[in-house]
């Protein structure tokens, strides 16, 4: 039988999130850097993800990344990210899938104990080592994009409530970031749901109220995740340990710890002078999986104060898929439904905007 369209793709666990990686069934994507391929999908190609990442093939969870050629000498390859409303300069979870998926296929060759591996993200280059043994990718450490706050303890005026605190930082995405205790809750699973919706609203609220345009690339711009901030700790080690939750649109919460989420709150915690440089910091998600970060170096983007984190978590390979188009399909960008698709929140969020 022919297909009108044949996709190949690596399912991937990275601590709870649920990502795929398309390994097959697109050549390439018209533009010089990963970024600028990510908005030609935006723009002229979103049927790929809509057919992914929709029902019937896909869910409101789920990401995908698709591995493309790098223009860049440096990398041995480039991936752009796909997430349920938009196309993120950088995602850590989605680096860590795609680095699993990369070395356990073979695509890129293993090394064991180490692979040391670039990658080009649509933020930038992306330096891997992977910790590898009998053939399995057992850690992978990324140094991130580097990251920076745009403010702290700034006012937001939310329907219902009133004035509340937040910061605003970029960790490869822009975030708005929230004290949960202050709004009376811990982070745990049978919150999910309230911080979804809550989330979901401050974030609504803080985009339109707190600007937010990257000062050296003003096409990322607006806050677009929210990081619900839990209290800090030393836990048995007495390394800095701290729970989270990141809100993802149009209305889901990340299942783990998040990678650019604990990048932004690192550079909250260094602004604010709660960790060194070289001090590691314990990320925890509302599953109880968990990443450490490091701030390894500071530095300037544009004018302002930066650093440059390190973030490392795991990942497991959960299925090899085929995802095909049958041209008789009378949907073949599936569908939304509102049940686990909050519509009206994929228009606040801006869609599909790579900032």
Known sequence: MRFSRMIHTVGVNAEGAHNEVIVGGVIDVPGKTMFEKARHMERHGDSLRQMLLHEPRGKVIQCTNLVLPSSN?????????MESASYPPMSGTNTI??????????????????????LEAPGGLIR????????????????????????L????DL???????????Y???IYVLIDAEALGFKIVPDEARRLVDLGEEIKAAAAVQIKAVHPTNPEIHTINQTLWVGPMRRNEVGTLQSRNAVIVSPGRIDRSPCGTGTAARLAVMHARGQIKVDEEFVHESIIDTLFTGVIRETGTVGTVPSIRPTIAGRGWITGFHQYVLDPSDPLPTGYRLSDTWPLDKMKAAGAFTVG
């Open 73 to 81: 000498p440096e990398a041995q390859a480039g991936y752009i990210i």
């Open 97 to 118: 899938s795609t680095v699993t998926a990369l070395l356990e296929t073979g695509m890129i060759p293993m090394t064991e104990p180490v692979t040391m591996v670039t």
């Open 128 to 151: 891997v080592k992977a910790d590898c043994r009998n053939g399995k990718c057992e850690r992978v450490t990324f140094d991130n994009v580097p990251c920076f706050v745009f403010g």
């Open 153 to 156: 303890d700034l006012p937001v």
């Open 159 to 169: 329907p219902g409530i009133g004035k509340i605190k937040v910061d605003v930082a």
């Open 171 to 173: 960790g490869g995405m």
